[in-house]
């Protein structure tokens, strides 16, 4: 028997931001004319919408609320459609939705990151707006899950094998989008606390400048902070004296290794300015006066730094912050986003200068000073720069002169101290070596030395030469060891830096420093570096004084491989094999030696890394440039001998 009256068209339930307007639409069938009338329902108050009696009912979302249409004839026969659901999204991201919508789902909330000990209860979130309405589906490593087709996925009780890759897909008639993809970890870092997928901190000390002061402190502070921050289970990049180009490639690396949950530092000692909020970075080759365009933007560091997805960010200032040159043109830089993970420590307050600490053959800044003191104390970072400002301030030779000061926008309390637990990405062998692997040469007379490459910058290594143990038939052993080729000598002796050799004695046993050259600038090789060994001894059956000589190459590409630490967003094909803690030079040092005019001697064999490929960058000066940093990338390599910068 027929129904007296029927719905032929259900209205359908819709997700929109506040303000939008649409339309729910009720269509049903009688044998009379026949009668509509909408009804609302919002919480537990169910109510009749006044004047609402037509088919259609026209809505300006303000609120999420229920509603049903009543339907009746002349001979009151009733009929309720089904209950809608209008939900609205009181708050979305600028441009959401886009100006030509048409009803297509658009994602405004992604699932996030998890961590949940076995059997502790796990729920990720997913939300799209749609008309009509999404419905939703979520898929762990690929695979559907048959039972989840809720916005909120809920595990009351979780297992080991539900660890994995998780993604929702929001559809509707319209099509189809695909959340973020993200990682739950069950069992395998705990619980109720923070972690990071990875630490990676880049620091450059600026020291020696071609138009400007020299500065003290840079090396030292750029040292002791690399070491406290590997004990922190960082991967370090330490850098001294770098020009605009060289800076911009540093830069650029750093911000490829980083993603998502990594935590990172970056560091700066040398001369700096500040101008209306804005801070610069001076390199090394920075000209008398100097402008934005001849220094390195810190805000724009930073919005590439979130742009990884990074869990915390850290930018650390140890420069002045006074503004000199008032008649330059401030860059446009877009205001950050607020995912409140950003910290600012500046070494001194606005308008302020930074001041160094004699402290023996080196200057320390103040602010390393105390830095170093609470760095390693388990505790949310800002409230341990909160302890480094309260020592800055108790200290009488600055009073008066200079504070710290700190900006943050971090909501939660996360710590340097905090354990690494890596994303799938991420889980390679992680050393922590310091130096190369040692290689060992034979002069003619048969005596062995071993050579020993001992890192202390990422850029500023030191070759040691230590004679094994010696012959019966010489005596009087003695070692030199220098650079061959005048290019190489005329390099490192403009680039040479004073007292460091007395660093070198805080890692490295005395006895292992007998014979030791340092290479510095290592972004600045050219060509392959030739060594010298001269051994002078006496053959104590003639009492004759011999000398013999023989040469070792470093190829070019290792030493100039920097920045060789890993990076999870490359894919496996291009990523660098394991190497040091922080940044090695390779274990493949390939060493050919020539003792006396004899044929090549192979010492030693194996890969470099893969030397990436040019890219064009624009000429233009980075504070007037508003494309990728990431273009900048390998100017230094095309760098030639003599240039300042590409």
Known sequence: MQKAVSITEQPVSVSVPVGYSFTLRCRAQGHTSLQYQWFCQYQSDCHLIPGATNQDLPITAEQTQLYTCRVNDLHRNVVFSDWVKVEVHQCVARGVPPQL???????????????????????????????????????????????????????????????????CCASNSHGERWSNAVDVHVGTCGSGKFFATDKIALLVGNNCYQHHP????????????????????????????????????????????????????????GHGYEHLGRNYMVPVDAPQPYAPENCISVQRILQKMQQRQTALNIILLDTCRKWYNPGCALSQVQPLEPWGNTVYGYSTSEDAEAYELQDGEFSSGIFMKYLKKHILQEKKVTHML???????????????????????TLKEARSLTDPICPSRAATEHRRHSKELPSRTVTFPCGLRVELRFLRLFSNLMFVCARPQPPLAHITEPQLLLQLAGTDAVAMQRENSLEHVETLLSLVYKREELDCVLQLCALQKMQTDVVLQLNLHYIQPSTKQKTCESLQ???????LRQFFSWRSDSQPDSQQ??????????????TLSTDPKGQGPLSAGSGHSLPSSSPSNFSSEPEENDESDLGKLCLALLQTGPGQDRP
């Open 101 to 167: 919508w048409r009803g297509e789902p658009v994602i405004v909330l992604n699932p996030s990151e998890q961590w949940v000990e076995v059997g502790q209860p796990l729920q990720l979130q997913c939300a799209a707006m749609g008309v009509p309405a999404p419905s939703y589906q979520w898929y762990r490593n690929g695979n559907l899950l048959e039972q989840q087709k809720r916005k909120k996925l809920r595990i009351t009780h979780t297992k080991a094998s539900d660890s994995g890759t998780y993604l």
């Open 214 to 269: 020299n500065l003290l402190a840079p090396v030292r502070d750029v040292f002791e902070l690399s070491r406290l921050l590997e004990h922190l289970d960082f991967q370090v990049v330490s850098l001294l004296d770098l020009n605009k180009a060289e800076m911009a490639t540093a830069v650029s690396g750093f911000l490829q290794l980083l993603g998502k949950g990594v935590y990172a530092i970056f560091y700066y000692a």
């Open 386 to 408: 909160e302890d480094v400002l309260e020592d800055i301030g108790r200290d009488p030779l600055v009073t008066g002169k200079q504070v710290m000061e700190i900006k943050h």
């Open 552 to 558: 070792t190459t470093l190829q070019k590409s290792l």
């Open 576 to 589: 660098a094999p394991a190497c040091t803690g922080s940044v090695c030079l390779q274990d493949a040092l």
